[in-house]
């Protein structure tokens, strides 16, 4: 008996230490300049420059902490989803196209209009992006485009220039494709093919006002079909083959000579097996151009912050100039902030990255509607078929048109 | 279920055993530790002294329930709240964030016409049909485990054991390099016998049972420990009494053993179907980004993620949810209904 006493308070005593835990992490103060903050990112290649520039945010601010939250990309918008819906999110966050038109225009968001960030120290397609009902939300961190990676060595053993247009691409990929080396992996990933090809044939995704889908036209379809083409004569592995191996990896392995690639991909590719053998050229030119898609993050401050003040200093802070070079000599990503981006050019000499500097002029929007991940859903149902079966495209296009057409009705209802 | 319990220890007070093992292990909880041994002499003296030793456990019950309490809590909080939760949300409109209104059954209307649902119920119970070969599976590697004189017994129970302490996502990129259609290793050992594999996770007619198969792996140490416990309750001596009857390791294994270990074998069994029928992180880190086999492994509780975290869609999500639950509970129902033909509490 006495054991179990001795057990039973112990338990108490356990149960009584754990809610006094959870009780004492709560510091409140009304929302001045001091306080402690959570800083919400995803990608642990960035964390070493992010902790830069929280430990500079700290030395600028004395009394401001700065917590960073790493939590990987594929949990973190479920995560955050919870969190911001409980009450309990991050007070800033990285935030992407695709999902800013929903937390923007369910007032999750804050808007950093008095921040003092200057909108024309970004470029314009990014201070677009995350603008919502006139007002900037989001303060423009980085941006990506996309450009051709080849491998100069393969090239050369098979006695092939860059090529520069869709016809030359299709003939390099062709002589290139030996053994068990394939020229060109025509993956079916929105951003950095499917997007691009279909401005390059002169069409779009979404129209400029975000209320029509593009993917029923002619034009989509001609893109769609230039990617397929590589599929269909053999110079690209198949749909298959690039879910088991990613096109990615494919490539920093040497068996892919041509890949289209964002920037923020540099950085791995300078560190692989490849590294020495690759280099970058624009991406080739279709019947409309050789438009680039162009996607950036932005740092947002959760409306609902305890310390929203601070929140929204950081965030602008953390897109700032100081900030900017900070994350440019770590080479990860592009930074947003103008004047900021030949530091990443530097950072890898030995490959052309102006290139993906060059490409933002005549880059094309990175398109978005309010409620994007919907219909993000619908080309992932909808695109891996048709690059299984690439007979199926016009059909499957016409489909995913539709169904993407739906959405948008119902968004704007 | 306490006062049937009690009524079968009054009733055969001479063989408390005969009440069944699990009713046996709960009388003895409730009389408390130092009153266990001597409960069948007291349940064989009379019955005045078993209402006795049945008003005990009243005082004890604050104990009871002193223990119980932190987990009932946590319960109550982590589980049955939400749970109610959910099945409020299931009748409104429910946004990414919160902020719902009431819109009656329409989120079920919607979900039973939906075509997607019949796909993922079908898929979910073919996978659920598949990992149930894990059960035998799993017995007979107990058994083998459980064999006399065997060398290194410790060894062999934490390799079996491990692949339910690793984390899904490291199990998952390891299972990805062994079905890579390319590079794989199955495919490699298929072609030592001039066989060709597929792409086995992106062919639409592979994917699901190659991820059953994994998963099928992953709950084998879990099962085969709950079997080993079960066989290590098997008396030696009747074994040996067959034995010298004449009745061979096989026949021994399926007449005797089996039926003797059956209440195990009835518990991994509903744990199973429960565990298959909620399958979801095995899908979703197999089967990774534009897999053109992903019509043909979505399961319910995929559908669930899609609705409430890429749809924003929590009512309806809510919706399939209960119609998850409904199923599970008609499926755990008539298992314990089927349990009293061939389960043996001896």
Request: net charge negative; hydrophobic share 45%; aromatic share 10%.
């Amino acid at each position: 008996m006495k054991r179990q006493l001795a057990a039973a308070a112990s338990i108490a005593v356990l149960g009584l230490s754990l809610t006094a835990c959870s009780g004492g992490s709560s510091s409140g103060d009304g929302g001045g300049d001091t306080g402690t903050i959570t800083y919400a990112i995803w990608d642990e290649n960035q964390k070493p420059a992010m902790e830069q520039i929280a430990q500079t945010f700290e030395a600028e601010n004395p009394g401001a902490k700065v917590e960073i939250q790493l939590t990987p990309n594929s949990q973190y918008w479920t995560k955050l989803q919870t969190a911001m819906s409980g009450g309990n999110g991050p007070d800033v966050m990285w935030m992407n196209g695709p999902q800013f038109g929903l937390y923007a225009s369910e007032g999750q968001l804050a808007p950093l209009e008095d921040t003092g960030l200057d909108k024309a120290n970004y470029p314009s397609s990014l201070t677009d992006l995350y603008t919502f009902d006139g007002k900037l939300y989001g303060a423009p961190k980085d941006f990506d485009t996309v450009a051709l990676w080849y491998n100069k060595d393969l090239l050369k053993k098979a006695g092939v220039d860059v090529p520069t247009t869709w016809a030359e691409m299709q003939s390099a990929a062709k002589k290139l494709t030996t053994g068990d080396v394939k020229g060109f992996a025509a993956a079916n990933y929105t951003q950095e093919n499917v997007y691009d090809v279909i401005a390059q044939a002169g069409g779009e995704v979404i129209s400029a006002d975000h209320k029509t889908s593009g993917y029923g036209s002619p034009q989509a379809l001609e893109g769609v079909n230039y990617l397929l083409s590589f599929i269909k004569d053999g110079s690209s592995p198949t749909a298959q083959q690039m879910v088991d191996t990613l096109p990615e990896d494919q490539f920093m392995a040497g068996k892919v000579a041509m890949i289209y690639m964002a920037s923020y991909e540099a950085l791995p590719f300078s560190q692989s097996s490849v590294a020495k053998s690759i280099d970058v050229a624009p991406l080739p030119e279709g019947p409309a151009g050789n438009q680039s898609v162009i996607h950036g993050l932005a740092n947002v401050a959760n409306a609902k912050s305890k310390h929203l003040t601070l929140a929204k200093k950081f965030a602008a802070y953390a897109s700032g100039e100081e900030a900017s070079k900070l994350q440019a000599d770590t080479g990860t990503v592009i930074p947003a902030y103008n004047g900021t981006q030949d530091a990443w050019v530097k950072s890898m000499p030995q490959y052309d990255l102006q290139v993906h500097l060059d490409a933002v002029d005549g880059s094309v929007p990175y398109p978005i509607s309010l409620r994007r991940s919907e219909w993000s859903q619908l080309e992932k149902d909808a695109l891996p078929q048709i690059w299984a079966k690439p007979e199926t495209a016009e059909a499957g296009l016409k489909q995913l048109g539709a169904d993407m057409q739906a959405k948008l009705d119902a968004e704007n209802e | 279920m306490s006062q049937a319990s009690i009524q079968a220890s009054l009733d055969s007070p001479l063989s408390p055993a005969a009440s069944g093992t699990a009713d046996g292990a709960l009388r003895s909880a409730r009389r408390g530790g130092g009153a266990a041994h001597r409960a069948p002499l007291k349940a064989g003296s009379a019955s005045p002294n078993g209402r006795k030793g049945a008003k005990a456990p009243g005082q004890s019950a604050w104990w009871a329930l002193l223990f119980v309490g932190p987990t009932g809590i946590g319960l109550a909080i982590f589980y049955l709240w939400p749970a109610l939760r959910t099945f409020y949300l299931s009748f409104t409109h429910t946004g990414a964030f919160g902020g719902s209104s009431w819109v009656g059954l329409e989120n079920y209307q919607k979900l039973l016409s939906n075509p997607a649902l019949g796909q993922a119920l079908a898929n979910t119970a073919i996978y659920t049909l598949i990992s149930l070969l894990g059960i035998p599976l799993a017995m007979v590697v107990a058994a083998l485990l459980n064999t006399k004189g065997l060398k290194g017994r410790g060894i062999y129970r934490t390799l079996y054991f491990l692949p339910v302490v690793t984390m899904p996502a490291a199990v998952a990129i390891v299972w990805r390099m062994i079905y890579n259609g390319d590079y794989g290793v199955l495919n490699q050992f298929l072609g030592l016998f001039g066989a060709h594999g597929t792409s086995w996770l992106t062919n639409p007619n592979t994917a699901l049972v190659a991820i059953a198969v994994v998963g099928i792996w992953a709950g084998l140490g879990q099962n085969v420990v709950i079997f080993l416990a079960g066989l290590q309750g098997v008396p030696a001596e009747m074994l040996e009494a067959a034995e010298l009857d004449g009745a061979g390791p096989v026949r021994r294994f399926i007449h005797m053993v089996i039926p003797m270990i059956s209440p195990s074998v009835f518990f991994v069994s509903v744990m199973s179907i429960i565990g298959s029928l909620q399958v979801f992180d095995l899908v979703f880190v197999m089967m990774g980004q534009n897999n053109p086999a992903m019509p043909s492994v979505k399961t319910v509780v995929y559908l669930f993620y899609e609705a409430g975290f890429i749809n924003h869609d929590q009512g309806t999500a809510a919706a399939i949810a209960f119609v998850l639950l409904i199923l599970i509970l008609v499926m755990t129902v008539l298992q314990f209904a089927m349990q009293k033909k061939w389960v043996h509490y001896e």
